[in-house]
């Protein structure tokens, strides 16, 4: 099975003394090649837990049944484990993953750069988020970690307090330009279909709680912080 570096994105190698050849050398993911065999990771989405403008979800809430993404999202994980495989499980669940040169911030750069951007809807939608370093990051410190098992929110800790307006009016103030120009949600069904407008109209309020209880430390954890290294 092809593994990858978690910071240069590169296929890894075997290299001398069993350990795996990286292109960055302080990349923590160089390990012994056995370490990374023993373990499983898997990474998901918050669109497990059901939208709402108000409830708060940790790694324990129920979720996972409401449409069909938080559905599909149940059978990732549920494929991701293999019953009665000595390996240990651990399922990260993603917010919006911001970072340079793809992913969301690659959408939304041209329009924003413009001063054309501006909040979906409404705009007091939960917007979850992490950064790919800290993303990486958790990936990392949960296959480092031999005690540490099942389900991690992979949200930076502000992220319950974003909303897409923030959102909007922070990424606009990185870049030096207005965020004047709400997109109707008409637009955005218009667009887009029903289903996956849901996704950008609707969010929820993640907390990485056993993230931080497990010992991570996060790079990133306020967005104005993100948005200012991914545009620098």
Request: glycine share 12%.
């Amino acid at each position: 099975m092809r593994r990858w570096c978690c910071q240069a994105h590169a296929p890894l190698s075997h290299a001398g003394g069993g350990r795996k050849s990286c292109p960055a050398l302080d990349c923590p993911c160089a390990m012994p090649w056995s370490t990374w065999l023993a373990k499983m990771c898997s990474t998901l989405s918050a669109g497990y837990y059901c939208p709402s403008p108000t409830a708060e979800y940790t790694e324990d809430s129920p979720g996972g049944n409401f449409d069909f993404f938080s559905r599909l999202v149940s059978s990732w994980e549920a494929a991701a484990l293999i019953p009665g495989s000595p390996a240990r499980g651990v399922v990260v669940r993603s917010g919006v993953v911001l970072g340079r040169g793809g992913g969301a911030i690659s959408q939304m750069l041209w329009p924003f750069r413009l001063g054309l951007g501006g909040p979906l809807g409404s705009g007091l939608q939960p917007f979850p988020w992490i950064h790919i370093r800290d993303l990486a990051g958790i990936v990392c410190h949960a296959l480092e970690s031999e005690c540490l098992q099942g389900v991690l929110n992979g949200v930076a800790p502000s992220s319950s307090a974003t909303s897409n307006g923030t959102f909007a009016r922070e990424f606009a103030a990185a870049l030096g330009r207005p965020a004047l120009l709400p997109v109707p949600a008409w637009a955005v069904r218009a667009v887009f279909g029903a289903e996956r407008a849901v996704m950008l109209l609707e969010g929820q309020r993640v907390l990485p709680k056993r993230t931080l209880e497990s010992g991570y430390c996060f790079i990133f954890p306020d967005l104005a912080g993100a948005l200012k290294e991914i545009v620098a």
